[in-house]
């Protein structure tokens, strides 16, 4: 089975999401393909697509959102997972699972939507986002929680493989 692991990401935290899910996904069987929602990734080539993107003030990044909804046709027929990373902190914040997951949760049919804590650097940020996480008080710090991505990964496997036992 042929799974594409497509996520937008502005800094590297969300791809590194993305390739840590694919990561696992090999690990249970499976002969997944990572690549960006700008490049070549077609989701008709694919048994089954894993899509994610980083959320900025709510909203999934433009070129994830142009993603699904050219491809809209083709990733309602197949089963597809959507994620989103943002949420910094401790606690947790924004704590709300933003507009955009959660309507294409519908829109494409989606089997799931998971919400992962993020990263935030400033040594990586332009002007503008540093003025705003500034205003909001964002922490620094690497809110990511690698096991409970590959726990995530294994359920998405066992739901493409049957009920078998996946690797871990």
């Known amino acids: 089975m042929r799974v594409l692991v497509t996520a937008a990401s502005r800094h590297g935290s969300t791809a590194e999401i993305a390739a840590a899910l694919a990561a696992q996904l090999v690990r249970c069987g499976l002969d997944v393909t990572v690549k960006p929602p700008d490049g070549d990734a077609d989701p008709a080539e694919y048994d089954a697509v894993v899509l994610g993107s980083a959320v900025y003030t709510g909203r999934w990044l433009d070129v994830a959102r142009t993603f699904a909804q050219e491809h809209w046709y083709e990733l309602r027929q197949r089963p597809v997972w959507l994620f989103s990373s943002g949420p910094i902190g401790d606690p947790l914040q924004p704590v709300e699972e933003g507009t955009d997951g959660a309507r294409l949760l519908g829109a494409l049919g989606a089997r799931g939507h998971r919400v992962f804590p993020g990263r935030l650097d400033r040594a990586e940020l332009g002007f503008a986002e540093t003025i705003i996480t500034r205003m909001i008080r964002a922490p620094d710090g690497d809110f990511r929680d690698f096991a409970e991505i ?17 690797a871990r």
């Open 150 to 166: 590959r726990t995530w990964a294994e359920e998405i496997g066992r739901a493409l493989l049957g009920a078998r036992e996946v």
